[in-house]
């Protein structure tokens, strides 16, 4: 299937509607859910952790399978309605009946169901405006999502600070509805199938296993290993910084943690809008190392930071570092995986192992971080993430190579050097 030269503006204007919002809703009540577990039900952080840990576990099983699953289906953003609609429905469940139980199996369908989302808007972005279009594209991507979520925090926030925590659930269940309409106003015809899981090179025409008995070439190669590991490492060390942050907010703030948590991804995420556009900008004309390696310097200096902060306006402050380094990730990942996967037609695919290799790495940094922080204390907890920092910027700049228009290899499809 080919799309027209020129996709239509309605299919536009909803793939920028679904970055609006379909980030937000894909993670539930996202944060929000900490400052509930911590202060409605007063759970002690293990318990907290051990939740987000089992949930998380749940969802990165089936990362590189959603991915796989996106590379083969037609129509892509039916799919994002579908994930979407079973999120509300978890969304409702948890508020009603909110067990230990219920929790963590509602977070767990909440990450499963919300791994298909980003590679199908990663795809569908590919197939509607191109290679040439890309980085722009995935970097306007990151600054609608982040003034997406500016509105998402400032909504949850103020709902819960006013009607209570159970009250973010049933705000996140109301704004799936037009998450749902956007994803279904796409045209599935302005949307190259072929182009979308990245087969839109003439190395994807090499010679595969058959009567002469040739060797299909390999589609990846050690750069990808090394950016996963990457990729693993700097989640490692970052995911549970907000939730260590949100915990200590939620237990010196009082009834006014939703709002102070609020105001933290409101900072992340104004910081981040800039960023996005300023990385889709440059992205084309600059090689993609020394911008990702912004990315993974401002993640050790914000943890060693938080040793230095204690009240909950100095360590919301300190999100400001979150936005940059999550502007960056969030585009130049995306567009490493893109290069190295070009021609191979296993673009989400490797999007899904990637988001296999990040959700691994909340996961497990969410425990352990948790455990630390109860047996010895939040600052040896934010000393120890800021180690893991050190070390995935250590790995990115001494062991990655460059990505933007490498030559494919004897052998190998070019793989990463793209979106995620």
């Known amino acids: 299937m080919n799309a027209p030269a020129t996709p239509s503006r309605r299919s536009m204007r909803a793939l920028d509607a679904l970055a609006f919002l379909a980030p937000d809703i894909q993670g539930g009540v996202g944060p929000f859910l900490i400052v509930f577990m911590a202060g409605t039900l007063a759970w002690d952080p293990q318990r907290i952790g051990t939740v987000m840990f089992i949930s998380a576990l749940v969802g990165l099983a089936v990362q590189a399978p959603a991915g796989a699953l996106i590379d083969t289906v037609r129509s892509k953003p039916r799919w994002i309605a579908g994930a979407i609609t079973l999120i509300a429905i978890s969304l409702v469940v948890m508020a009603n009946w909110p067990s230990y139980a219920v929790i963590l199996g509602g977070q767990s369908l909440i990450g499963a169901a919300g791994t298909l989302v980003a590679p199908a808007i990663a795809a569908t972005s590919l197939g509607m405006v191109g290679r040439t279009g890309l980085d722009a594209r995935i970097g306007r991507n990151a600054a609608i999502t982040a ?114 948590l609020s105001g933290g991804v409101i900072v992340t995420q104004l910081v981040t809008i800039p960023i996005g556009l300023a990385v889709g900008r440059w992205a084309p004309k600059l090689p993609r190392k ?131």
């Open 147 to 260: 003034g997406g979520t500016v509105v998402w925090a400032l909504g949850t926030g103020w709902v819960g600070h006013v009607f209570g925590s159970p009250a973010m659930f049933f705000y996140a269940v109301v704004m799936a509805v037009p998450t749902i309409a956007a994803a279904l106003l796409i045209r599935d015809r302005d949307i190259d199938l072929r182009l979308a899981r990245g087969a839109d090179s003439d190395a994807d025409a090499a010679p595969v296993a058959g009567a002469t008995g040739a060797r299909a070439p390999r589609w990846y190669d050690h750069r990808l290993f090394i950016l996963l590991g990457c990729a693993f490492l700097f989640h490692l060390a970052n995911a549970a910084m907000l939730t260590l942050v949100a915990q200590k907010v939620g237990t010196r703030a009082g009834t006014s943690a939703a709002l102070w």
């Open 290 to 420: 020394p911008i990702f390696l912004v990315g993974f310097a401002v993640l050790p200096v914000r943890g060693l930071l938080y040793l230095l902060a204690d009240s909950p306006a100095s360590l919301l402050a300190l999100q400001v570092l979150d936005g940059i380094g999550a502007g960056v990730f969030g585009v130049m990942l995306t567009l490493m995986l893109s290069d190295l996967t070009r021609g191979s037609g296993h673009f989400n695919f490797a999007l899904g192992i990637g988001a296999a290799c990040v959700g691994l790495g909340g996961a497990l940094s969410n425990l352990v971080a948790g455990t630390v922080a109860q047996s010895s204390g939040y600052d040896t907890a934010f000393l120890m993430l800021s180690g893991v920092a050190a070390l995935a910027l250590a790995l990115f700049a001494l062991g990655m190579p460059e990505t933007r228009h490498a030559p494919a290899r004897t052998g190998l499809l070019p793989v990463f050097s793209s979106p995620l």
